[in-house]
């Protein structure tokens, strides 16, 4: 295994800026320069990304900022020890003592256990006091190896390999214990200072704490008997628990993972307090949801808007794997097979083989061999795409009730397609069968029978109502307007499809790829399944929202290649990477342009997005692919026009965003006009270097600079 850490990557006593995010580019840019990471910006976008998230500094002056991401080519550590210290968020202070740990995205478990053991030795008094008395790299180096125990030391063997869990149950003089689950977004750093500092906390008041650590480098669950004895649980997480279910019926506390660092004896007190208290709040069987304190929103409950929010895009997100696999299966079927594949599909594959290729096809199949695999193709993706309702209503449940919502909500999906309700009736049916699995969970159950709750009482109980509602009561009219909503889309031609373009189109490109893009490409794939070639406004919807996505990151990609002058290095390189986001139909890759500028790069984006999409539905282009974007062309018909209307935004988008950053900058069109002027060098610098000094006042000066990315700016 090569070296986590070389005096190359250790910086000591260094001025490395005031702000957070300028000490994770630079401790970026050393490990690039090391050639353990392919892109310093890619690696450091990641980086603050997360600490945006989460701040990564703990208490006692020490910064931990982290990225897992295909940036990074070998997992390395960057440390450096900072005069003058700079705030990451901790509640005592800001940090001197900077470590960055890079991993790759698929970081082996040997390498992902060591920066894990590092995490844990930031927690030990003695050696942050060593990293702060050290005079030289190599000393520094020495220090970290030992902690990782790549150097045999005798006092190291009892130090560094006993674990929380380890230590906190061999001990049985505590006459109360706690079990603590932790857990963090990447799984690498917080996930395992939380464990340490919970069990030390725990060990200091005489509580018996054992933890479970769900990070990157493994999970070794805690024995039921374990939790079972227990008398509270501290959840101290920023992600959903895995297997929730085995603490329900115990007392709980629920809190952001920094929060088991920062206060981990108040953590443990109050979980004891619910425990102590007659009304304490209990996990009940069916609760996996974000509880009172989200790991997100600390002690705020979660509003009804943003609940509803979560749960539908948790069911979208598990049934888009069916739409995209299907989608496109289907139209590989018809690529081989021809458009009048669907006419022979199941006949072929029931009674034709590789060794028996089919006589009887349409006539624009490539020959016996195509038509045999376009028909298995188009019958495996016809076959997936049966599922997409059941899918969204077993997962919309599923973000409601955890695993007993599962069954409930495919079966009540499932009931929603025979009674021809569509989606509608998949996500209306998925609402009853999660909130009917929560409140059946929530009873207080006798001790024999909490076994049986999850996995029988309540699937078979909130199957039957949710169900039986479906048949009985609710199939009927969600039905009737599901098929109200297909004949008006079906009719829609001329200036009504061009508006409906239009206004998807803009959804598109408002907040890129948060709530509002979510809505519109939700729309457009759930309807996907409904498309057919006497019904192809479904897949004309497909195609509308497919284009206008990709036009945000094509210009900005296209801004930045004509006008880099004006835009920062961060935003040039970024530009390189959103040609081919754009291209492949990620949004997001508009995203750093959007934070950094969010009043010129939004509006420009939207107008051009709109017209794509208002383009794209005049020309009836249609898509059976939910994703890809230029990838995809064989799933894309009229796939010319396709093109001309992404290309038309682009242009647009463009030009606007080009135009509103020069005009305002400048003062006007006399500005514009003098941006034009390449031969003025005051204009060359001023857009080159950002220079705030030479010309106009000072408000015009502060206005001419270039936007970074590395401003402090909100998502939009």
Known sequence: MTSLITTDLVVLDADQGTESSAVIRALAATIAEQGRANSADGLADVAIAREEKTPTGVPGGIAIPHARTEAVTEPSLAMARLNPPVDFGAKDGPADLVFMIAAPEGAGKDHLKLLSKLARSLVKKDFVASLRAATTEQEVVDLVETALGL???????????????ESASSSTDHPRRVVAVTACPTGIAHTYMAADALAQAGSDMGIDVVTETQGSSGTTPLDQSVIDAADAVVFAVDVDVRDKARFAGKPYVQVPVKAGIDDPQGLIAKALAEADAPNGRRLAAAHAAADDESSTAGNSR??????????????????????????????????????????????????????????????????????????????????????????LAGYIA????????????F??????????????????????????????????????LRGLMPVVIIPLVASLVSSGLMFMVLGGPISALTKGLDSWLSSMTGTAAVVLGLILGAMMAVDLGGPVNKVAYSFAVAGLAAGS????????????????????????????????????????????????????????????????DPLRVIPASVVGAGVTGGMTMAFSVTSQAPHGGVFVFFAIDSFLLFLLSVVVGTIIS???????????????????????????????????????????????????????????????
């Open 151 to 165: 150097r045999e030391t005798p006092e190291e063997s009892t130090s560094t390999e006993s674990t929380p869990t």
């Open 398 to 409: 599923y973000g409601i009730a955890d695993r007993p919502g599962i069954a409930p909500g």
């Open 533 to 596: 070639v006497d019904n192809p406004v479904p897949w004309e919807i497909m195609a509308t929202v497919m284009a206008a996505g990709m036009v945000p990151p094509l210009a900005m990609a296209l801004a930045t290649a004509v006008r880099p002058r004006i835009f920062s290095q961060a935003e040039k390189e970024n530009g390189k990477a959103a040609w081919l986001l754009g291209a492949a139909f990620i949004s997001e890759g508009a995203i750093p342009f959007a934070a950094s």
């Open 411 to 448: 079966t009540v999906g499932a009931v929603a397609v025979l009674m021809g309700a569509g989606f509608i009736g998949g996500i209306i049916g998925g609402l009853l069968a999660g909130y009917i699995a929560h409140w059946i969970g929530s009873f207080a159950a006798p001790r024999w």
């Open 654 to 716: 463009a030009v606007l965003v080009l135009a509103l950053k020069i005009l305002v900058r400048k003062g006007g069109a006399a500005g514009l006009a003098e941006a034009a002027d390449r031969s003025a060098p005051a204009t060359t610098a001023a857009a080159s270097t950002g220079s705030t000094t030479g010309s106009g006042s000072a408000g015009e000066a502060q206005q001419a600079e270039p936007v970074s990315s590395n401003a402090d700016a909100t998502r939009v």
């Open 302 to 391: 979660e509003s009804i808007g943003a609940h509803l929010k979560r749960v539908l895009l948790t069911g979208v997100s598990y049934m888009i794997p069916f739409v995209a696999a299907g989608g496109l299966l289907m139209a590989l079927g018809f690529l081989l097979g021809g458009f009048d594949i669907p006419d022979y599909a199941e006949d072929i594959v029931l009674g034709n083989s590789l060794w028996n290729l089919p006589t009887e096809y349409g006539d624009l199949a490539l020959g016996p061999v195509g038509a045999y695999l376009g028909a298995v193709a188009f019958q495996i993706g016809n076959l997936s795409m049966s599922f997409l309702v059941a899918a």
